[in-house]
């Protein structure tokens, strides 16, 4: 039997944000074929009606998710950095630490996985992971590296903290020491 999953919002409701949520938790657990209603509804303790209060159909709550790693796991995390206003390298160490502590990129494999069956899916990857790239890039060259090592750098720690993210280092408790001693081969110390 699925897990419950605990709501942001009142018993007998579900926002928005709750179904985009538990879609992402579907999506890693069991890829985009996993997202059917009901069974989504058992696990928010709802009927089916409270999904169709928000979407019409499940192409919908997938565009809706595709949007949301976007917008929300990725523009709005690299638009938070840019007014970081203390030193390049604490701006590094800041988004590397806040990537993790909020799962950012925890549904990066999943969307990934996605993204070799659906064509708009793969677009929207391609676009965002060369956002990230850019952003990361630009972030090196602010802490003093050229063009290239910026490049190289900034790559290596988005798709690390990809991968740090897809194995679970959240949940070990040094996860924090981790990350600093990433950041501190990154910047070359």
């Not at 209603?37 to 209060?53: C, D, E, H, I, Q």
């Not at 840019?82 to 549904?107: H, N, Q, S, Y």
């Not at 677009?123 to 965002?128: L, M, S």
């Not at 952003?135 to 090196?140: D, L, P």
């Amino acid at each position: 039997m699925a897990e419950s999953i605990a709501r942001n919002s009142p018993k007998n409701a579900a926002t928005k944000e709750d179904w985009i949520l538990l879609a992402y938790k579907v999506l890693n657990e069991g890829g985009v074929a996993a997202i059917k209603v009901v069974p989504m509804a058992k696990r928010l303790n709802l009927t089916s009606g409270s999904f169709y209060w928000h979407f019409k159909n499940v192409r919908e709550l997938l565009d809706e998710v595709l949007r949301y790693w976007e917008q929300e796991l990725t523009d709005n995390v690299i638009t938070k950095a840019k007014t970081f206003g203390g030193p390049p390298e604490d701006r590094i160490l800041l988004l590397m630490k806040k990537v993790i502590e909020e799962d950012a990129a925890l549904p990066d494999h999943a969307v990934s996985v996605w993204a070799k069956t659906d064509e708009k899916v793969q677009e929207a990857y391609q676009r965002t992971i060369g956002k990230r790239f850019q952003f990361a890039a630009w972030m090196f060259e602010q802490a003093g590296f050229s063009k290239e090592e910026a490049k190289a750098r900034g790559r290596l720690m988005v798709t690390s903290l990809m991968g740090d993210s897809s194995t679970g280092l959240k949940a070990q408790g040094d996860w924090e020491k981790v990350i600093e001693r990433e950041h501190a081969i990154l910047i070359g110390k």
